[in-house]
C-alpha cells in the first residue's frame, strides 16, 4: 500500500491534498497551470486537490525548499482546508522534507515518492512489483530518519518494527539495505533472461513504442497490432513491456513493442529498477519516439524522452517521431517546432486510424534503407 501505508491506513476514505512548488522567475503561469502535471500525477494517485501554491525564485531554499514567508502560507492554507497531506512539485532532500513536515503539521510527499506510489498501484506483474519495491526502498533509506514511523509492516517482507530512537533506525536501515541487495539479485537474474529472449529474436526487427507517459503508446499498440493491451487516459496505466507481431502492407511481419512511459523529473531509482523492462528499447532496431501532438507542452516532453534515452544509452538507436492525437489537434501549424526537431515525423491518430498508412509507408522506407538484399553465389 504504502504511501506512508495510504497515510496511517484510513485506506478508502478521500485524502485531500495541498500541491506547492518553485517556479523559475520569468515563469509568469498561475500556480494551477506551473503545477498541472503534478495535479494529474496527485488525481492518478487518487488524491483530491485541495489547493495548489508556487512561490517564484531562483532556487528552492536549500533548507526548506520555499522561502519562511510561504512556508507560512502553506502551513495556513493546511490548517484552513484541513488536508492530510502536502505534495512538493520536486524531489525534496531529507532536510528539507523534515523542515517542512515540522513546519505544516502533515506528511509531506514529493514528486518522486508520488511516482513511486503511482507504480506501486500499477504494478500487476511480480516483474514490476519487484522493481517497484527496489526503486522505493533505495528512496528511503535516506530518508528513514523522518519516515521511519510510517513504513508497512510485512509479513514475509522486510520486519520494519516500531521503537523510537537511532539504534531501531539502524537496524531498519540495515534490514532494508539486505532486502535492496536481495531485490537486485533477483532483477539481475531477471534482465539476464531478457537480454537472452530479446537476443533470439535477433532475426526479426524490431520497434519499439517510447514517448512520454499518456501520449497513447498502448492505445497505438492495439490500433497496429490487436495486441489487447490495457490503455486509459491515466498516467503510467502501463508498466510491463508486451511485445506482438505486426503485419506491414506487402505481408512482412516486424515485432512492436510497448514500454513504460516517461515524464518530467522521472526518479532515478525507477530509472534504474526499470532497466530490464526497457531491454526491449535498449535492443530495438528502431524507435518509435510518441509525442501527444495536442499537448500544449508536446516539444518539452519530447525533450524530456530525449534525454532519458540518452540517459539509458539508447540515443544511437535511429527513430521516427509519432505525433499522435491528430484528432485533437485543430490548428496543425503548432506541430512546426516538433517537426524542426530533426529527423522523420509522422501525424497520426491511433484512436481513429488517421495516418496509419503514412506511418506503415515511413518504416517501410526506413527498412529498404538499412536492409540490402545478399546474392549468393
Known amino acids: ?88 512539485d520536486d524531489q525534496l532532500s531529507p532536510a528539507q522534507g523534515r523542515n517542512i513536515e515540522e513546519a505544516v503539521k502533515v506528511i509531506v510527499l514529493d514528486r518522486a515518492e508520488l511516482i513511486l506510489h503511482i507504480f506501486g498501484i500499477h504494478a500487476r506483474t511480480p516483474q514490476a512489483r519487484l522493481q517497484v519495491e527496489l526503486a522505493r526502498l533505495q528512496y528511503q533509506v535516506p530518508r528513514l530518519k523522518r519516515m521511519w514511523t510510517h513504513l508497512e509492516r510485512q509479513r514475509g517482507g522486510i520486519a520494519v518494527r516500531g521503537g523510537a530512537g537511532e539504534k531501531q533506525i539502524d537496524v531498519d536501515r540495515s534490514e532494508i539495505r539486505a532486502r535492496i541487495a536481495a531485490l537486485q539479485q533477483d532483477l539481475e537474474k531477471i534482465e539476464s533472461r531478457k537480454v537472452r529472449e530479446v537476443r533470439t529474436r535477433a532475426d526479426r526487427f524490431t520497434v519499439a513504442l517510447v514517448g512520454y507517459t499518456n501520449a497513447g503508446k498502448s492505445t497505438l499498440m492495439n490500433r497496429l497490432t490487436d495486441a489487447g493491451v490495457l490503455a486509459e487516459d491515466r498516467l503510467f496505466s502501463t508498466l510491463d513491456t508486451r511485445t506482438r507481431p505486426w503485419r506491414l502492407p506487402g505481408g512482412r511481419v516486424v515485432l512492436l513493442s510497448d514500454t513504460v512511459g516517461f515524464i518530467r523529473k522521472l526518479p532515478h531509482q525507477l530509472v534504474a529498477s526499470f532497466h530490464a523492462t526497457l531491454e526491449e528499447a535498449l535492443n530495438a532496431d528502431l524507435l518509435f519516439v510518441l509525442v501527444d501532438g495536442s499537448s500544449q507542452n508536446a516539444l518539452q516532453q519530447l525533450q524530456v524522452v530525449e534525454e532519458v534515452l540518452e540517459h539509458l544509452g539508447a540515443a544511437h538507436i535511429p527513430r521516427i517521431h509519432v505525433l499522435n492525437k491528430a484528432d485533437q489537434i485543430s490548428d496543425r501549424s503548432v506541430l512546426t517546432p516538433i517537426r524542426s526537431h530533426g529527423g522523420v515525423s509522422v501525424l497520426v491518430s491511433a484512436l481513429t486510424g488517421d495516418g496509419i498508412p503514412q506511418l506503415e509507408t515511413a518504416l517501410l522506407e526506413h527498412l529498404a534503407s538499412v536492409e540490402s538484399d545478399v546474392i549468393l553465389l
Open 1 to 88: 500500500m504504502t504511501v506512508r501505508e495510504r497515510l496511517h491506513t484510513n485506506e478508502h476514505e478521500p485524502v485531500e491534498a495541498i500541491l506547492f512548488g518553485v517556479v523559475p522567475h520569468g515563469d509568469d503561469r498561475s500556480a494551477a497551470e506551473a503545477l498541472a502535471e503534478l495535479a494529474e500525477l496527485a488525481d492518478t494517485g487518487e488524491f483530491v486537490i485541495a489547493g495548489c501554491m508556487a512561490q517564484h525564485r531562483r532556487h528552492p531554499d536549500p533548507q526548506t525548499y520555499l522561502g519562511a514567508g510561504k512556508l507560512e502560507e502553506l502551513a495556513e492554507a493546511v490548517a484552513q482546508t484541513g488536508a492530510r497531506v502536502v505534495i512538493a
